[in-house]
């Protein structure tokens, strides 16, 4: 059985950091990609970040690029997104989801199999 457990979420103000956790379990985690994704009230889910732990490859939405940084340890089976510079636009729930998409759709959910719950980032200005 597949587990997608998020953790790290929290209140924050403007310009501070957080360190979003994804635990995976239940399949060959070198064999698959995993991605963030956020979803704020009233918008459509928007991929964030990515990650291919066979070959390493990542993907950055532009409005994340040079703040956000997503990283995995295969060992512990956890991928890691370290946000800083944190913007209140940056506020939604963010969810780890797990599949195989080609490289050119890290970004789409549609590739993405598995999903956990989300955790939510709240950013104060």
């Known amino acids: 059985e597949v587990q997608i457990v998020e953790s790290g979420g929290g209140l924050v103000q403007t310009g501070e950091s957080l360190r979003l956790s994804c635990a995976a379990s239940?399949?060959?985690?070198?064999?698959?990609?995993i991605g963030w994704f956020r979803q704020a009230p009233g918008k459509e889910r928007e991929g964030v970040s990515a990650?291919?732990?066979?070959?390493?490859?990542?993907y950055y939405a532009d409005f994340v690029k040079g703040r956000f940084t997503i990283s995995s340890d295969n060992a512990k089976n956890t991928v890691y997104l370290q946000m800083n510079s944190l913007k209140p636009e940056d506020t939604a729930v963010y969810y780890c989801?797990?599949?195989?998409?080609?490289?050119?759709?890290?970004?789409?959910?549609?590739?993405?199999?598995?999903w956990g719950q989300g955790t939510q980032v709240t950013v104060s200005s």
């Open positions: 239940g399949f060959t985690f070198d064999d698959y990609v």
């Open positions: 989801a797990v599949g195989q998409p080609p490289f050119s759709a890290y970004y789409l959910t549609f590739w993405y199999n598995y």
């Open positions: 990650i291919n732990n066979h070959d390493g490859s990542t």
